[in-house]
Structures are given as structure tokens and as C-alpha cells.
């Protein structure tokens, strides 16, 4: 949902803005014409896909899109598209089954609209995506609708298998079993570790067990949950030694939190060619006070 104020700004930046509601719709349609931008309304088919809640748009009760039991044809008057989202890290067949069903729920819209928006979840740069299939249902959707344009979001597929994350050991205890506290953090830096739950990879890190030594890795907050995972390794851990996080490069970096006071991980670059490594960005604890006041 946009505030007044928001959309006094959005309408400034954006070429087409979509609306999660009829009520956004009606609140914001005289902002959103007078600025001479292309409206949407997100819809949810209510077709599930995502197999974990937190990240399922499609779920019982989500306040993401709207229903068609909650949608009439004058809530649609001076909507130019509709958009609906409900993929999560998915190949194509899902994207086919979505389809269908955003069809049978809303085809009776579907021929007013100018544009329809497939929204994001294709993992599209995925070694085993389908885009044969990709390009196949998009096709057949448009001869099916008078080649109605149609837009996707596949905002992780971009940054999908790229970037690191490059931790140090602080110190390494026992507990039941071994563990070492990390510079990073779960909560702070990699939440999905804990929200979707995900295991993130770890170079020359195996499964518990799997390996000589195993070790739990915590971070370094002050929460007790903040466990990135079990991993063993070929040798003991000590400290000073490097873990390397891999694909951290999308997510990672855009929920980090400044969690009492952590440090952000620094941003930096390296050149393969030069052998390079390039920091950017360093943070300190101005970044977590300058939020605060």
C-alpha cells in the first residue's frame, strides 16, 4: 500500500505503477492520471507454487493481490494491466500451471488489458531452467490474448550464483560439539539463512560429518539463534581462517541490518585478471548511530 505522500513522489519517478487494491486504486487514480502514467492492478489466482510460507505470495489469507471474489469490472475502469506474482526461485512449469490458473480466474479481464506482468520468482539464468518452455508459453499466452505485451521480473535470476561473502574465524569453542564464532552474522547479514530457512555453501565445507571435523558456525550478534549451520571441514578451524559464502551477491546485500550495532560487511570488487581486490565501501558504527539520530 502507497501513502499520499509516496505517490506525490513515485508519480515523479515511475512510468507505470501498480496497485495492490481497488481501494489504492481509487485513493491514488487522480495522482496517477494527472501524472500520465499506466496503471496495475496486482492480482492473486490464489495458485500456489512456493512451497515455504514466508515467501509464498499465493498462500492462505496474503494480503498480496486481489482476489477474484473481490473484483469487479468497474474496479478495473482506467486500469491499463494486470500483474500477478506468485513465484519464488521456480523453473518455468511453474510459471505455465500460474498461468493457467490466472486465466481461468481472470480471463474475462485479461482482453481490456494493454499489458500483464508475470511478476519475478523465474529462475531464468538457473543451469536447468526451461526457457524453451519460457518462450513457449509466453508465445502461445499472447496469441491466445491479441499479442498483449507481457512483462517479467526476474530480479534474482540477474545476480543468481554471483558474489561472495568472505568471513574470518574470531574464536572457536565447545559446547556438545565444536563451534566458531564468526565476524558475520546470520540475523544481521544473511537472514534468509534463518527466515526461509536456506543453507548457504561454504568452499572446501561439507555436510556435518561428512568431513573430519564439524563445526557450528554462529555469528556474532547477541541473539542465540544467530546460527548460520553445522559444517565439517578437513582440518580444524582456527583462528583467522577464511570461510567463503557463496551466491551472496542479491538478497544478502539488500537485507543486511545494522542489528545492535553489527558492522556491515565491506563491498568490494576483484579483478580475475589483475588479481585484484578493490573495496569500495567500508561501514563502521556512524552507519548504525547516523540511522538512529
Not at 580444524?236 to 539488500?254: I, S
Amino acid at each position: 500500500a502507497y501513502s499520499d505522500g509516496e505517490m506525490r513522489e513515485l508519480v515523479t519517478l515511475a512510468d507505470h505503477i501498480v496497485l495492490n487494491s481497488p481501494a489504492q486504486w481509487r485513493r491514488h487514480r487522480a495522482a496517477i492520471e494527472r501524472a500520465k502514467i499506466s496503471a496495475g492492478l496486482r492480482v492473486n489466482h490464489e495458485h500456489r507454487e512456493v512451497e515455504v510460507d514466508l515467501y509464498d505470495p499465493a498462500g492462505a489469507c496474503s494480503r498480496l493481490g486481489t482476489t477474484r471474489v473481490n473484483l469487479t469490472a468497474e474496479d478495473l475502469d482506467g486500469i491499463d494491466g494486470l500483474h500477478f506474482h506468485t513465484l519464488c526461485q521456480v523453473n518455468s512449469d511453474a510459471l505455465e500451471r500460474a498461468i493457467a490458473a490466472f486465466e481461468q480466474k481472470f480471463g474475462d479481464f485479461i482482453p481490456r488489458a494493454k499489458w500483464v506482468n508475470f511478476g519475478g520468482g523465474h529462475h531464468i539464468t538457473r543451469p536447468d531452467y526451461d526457457r524453451d518452455r519460457l518462450v513457449r508459453v509466453i508465445q502461445e499466452f499472447r496469441a491466445r490474448w491479441n499479442n498483449v505485451p507481457v512483462y517479467l521480473e526476474p530480479g534474482e535470476a540477474v545476480a543468481l550464483g554471483t558474489g561472495v561473502l568472505v568471513a574470518s574465524v574470531m574464536d572457536t569453542l565447545h559446547n556438545g560439539m565444536d563451534i566458531a564464532i564468526l565476524d558475520t552474522s546470520a540475523t544481521a547479514h544473511m537472514p534468509d539463512v534463518l527466515e526461509m530457512p536456506y543453507r548457504p555453501v561454504i568452499i572446501d565445507a561439507a555436510d556435518p560429518g561428512a568431513k573430519q571435523f564439524t563445526y557450528r558456525l554462529g555469528g556474532m550478534t547477541c541473539l542465540a539463534g544467530d546460527v548460520i549451520g553445522d559444517y565439517s571441514f578437513d582440518r580444524r578451524l582456527e583462528v583467522g581462517d577464511k570461510l567463503v559464502f557463496l551466491d551472496m551477491a542479491h538478497y544478502t546485500m539488500v537485507k543486511t541490518s545494522t542489528f545492535n550495532g553489527v558492522r556491515l560487511p565491506s563491498i568490494a570488487t576483484h579483478d580475475p585478471a589483475t588479481k585484484t581486490i578493490t573495496v569500495h565501501r567500508r561501514f563502521g558504527y556512524h552507519d548504525y548511530r547516523d540511522r538512529l539520530s
